[in-house]
């Protein structure tokens, strides 16, 4: 019989912890391996052949030095559409936005600060079938 295997990689104050559940009645053996920043934070394996990626631009907006668009980039080896795009602006004035499966983008937001500043901007994207991935940079917001 064929078991079902579940890895979470989870990040708590920069430790990663590897946790596993395993169904079924097959003797699996699961090692956990180093997960390293760069994979934790832009891609997730999801099954044993999909992978999924998270990336964002940041552009002005005439309107408003204050005001930026946040667009994703999603990507999927499976070719799967983003569900769930949750942003945080670094402001802690943060959105997710649900999509349909068939909505083919693109996936952008726009926000407004209050404050000019460097901020952490992060995207996460969760695609159809439960693949997700996040990617965080900064975002220069200045009045100049």
Same mark, same amino acid.
């Given at each position: 019989?064929?078991?079902?295997?579940?890895?979470?990689?989870?990040?708590?104050?920069?430790?990663?912890?590897?946790?596993?559940?395993?169904?079924?009645?097959?003797?699996?053996?699961?090692?956990?391996?180093?997960? *390293?920043?760069?994979?934790? @934070? +832009? %891609?997730?394996?999801?099954?044993?052949?999909? &992978?999924?990626?998270?990336?964002?631009?940041?552009?002005?907006?005439?309107?408003?030095?204050?005001?930026?668009?946040?667009?994703?980039?999603?990507?999927?080896?499976?070719?799967?559409?983003?569900?769930?795009?949750?942003?945080?602006?670094?402001?802690?004035?943060? *959105?997710?936005?649900?999509? @349909? +499966? %068939?909505?083919?983008?693109?996936?952008?937001? &726009?926000?407004?600060?209050?404050?000019?500043?460097?901020?952490?901007?992060?995207?996460?994207?969760?695609?159809?079938?439960?693949?997700?991935?996040?990617?965080?940079?900064?975002?220069?917001?200045?009045?100049?």
């Amino acid at each position: 019989m064929i078991g079902l295997i579940v890895l979470v990689a989870t990040k708590t104050n920069g430790q990663f912890n590897l946790q596993n559940s395993i169904s079924g009645t097959s003797n699996i053996a699961v090692t956990p391996v180093a997960v *390293t920043d760069e994979i934790a @934070s +832009n %891609t997730t394996v999801n099954s044993s052949t999909e &992978t999924c990626q998270a990336n964002f631009e940041v552009s002005g907006e005439a309107s408003s030095p204050l005001t930026k668009k946040f667009t994703a980039e999603p990507w999927n080896s499976e070719q799967k559409r983003p569900v769930y795009i949750c942003w945080k602006f670094g402001d802690g004035k943060d *959105t997710c936005i649900q999509y @349909s +499966n %068939t909505n083919p983008g693109p996936y952008a937001v &726009t926000h407004h600060y209050l404050q000019p500043g460097v901020y952490e901007g992060c995207v996460r994207i969760v695609y159809e079938g439960g693949c997700e991935a996040t990617k965080c940079k900064s975002v220069y917001n200045n009045t100049r």
